[in-house]
C-alpha cells in the first residue's frame, strides 16, 4: 500500500496550491482519506478529512484553523485532494496525505503518505 502526495511548493501569502494524493495497492473505497500538517517544531496535527458514510458517499470535516479556506475532495476511492486558499504564513508546514478504515481521520490512521512541504512566505 502506497500514498503518493504531491503539489507543495513556495507561495505568498494569499496565494492558493493543490494538494493531491493517490493511493495505491488495494480499494480504498470504505476508508476515510484526508491530510494531516506538521510545522517545525509542532506536533502532526489534523487538518481535513473525507470520511466514508456508507456506499459510495464520504463527508467532510475540517480542523477550525482551516476552515473556510481549504476545500476537500475525494475524487474517487483511492484519491483526494485539498484545495488551499488564502494561505497563511502559519500554514507553512510538511502535509501528510493519510488513511483510516472504517473510522474518521478524526481517530487516526492506518496509512500513511510521506509528505509534501508547503511554505507560505509572508
Known amino acids: 500500500v502506497q500514498l503518493q502526495a504531491c ?10 496550491l ?15 482519506m ?8 509542532k506536533e502532526r496535527e489534523f487538518v ?3 470520511d466514508w458514510t456508507g456506499g459510495s458517499t ?15 475532495s475525494r475524487d474517487n476511492a483511492n484519491a483526494v485532494a485539498l484545495q488551499m486558499n ?3 504564513p502559519e500554514d507553512t ?3 501528510y496525505c ?9 481517530r487516526g490512521a492506518d496509512y500513511w503518505g510521506q509528505g509534501t512541504q508547503v511554505t507560505v512566505s509572508s
Open 34 to 41: 484526508g491530510w494531516f500538517r506538521q510545522a517545525p517544531g
Open 98 to 106: 493519510a488513511a483510516g478504515f472504517g473510522r474518521s481521520l478524526l
Open 7 to 16: 503539489g507543495g511548493g513556495l507561495v505568498q501569502a494569499g496565494g492558493c
Open 93 to 95: 508546514a510538511v502535509y
Open 86 to 88: 488564502s494561505l497563511k
Open 48 to 50: 481535513a478529512t473525507t
Open 18 to 32: 493543490r494538494l493531491s494524493c493517490a493511493a495505491s495497492g488495494r480499494t480504498f473505497s470504505r476508508y476515510a
Open 58 to 72: 464520504y463527508s467532510a470535516v475540517y480542523s477550525d484553523s482551516v476552515k473556510g479556506r481549504f476545500s476537500i
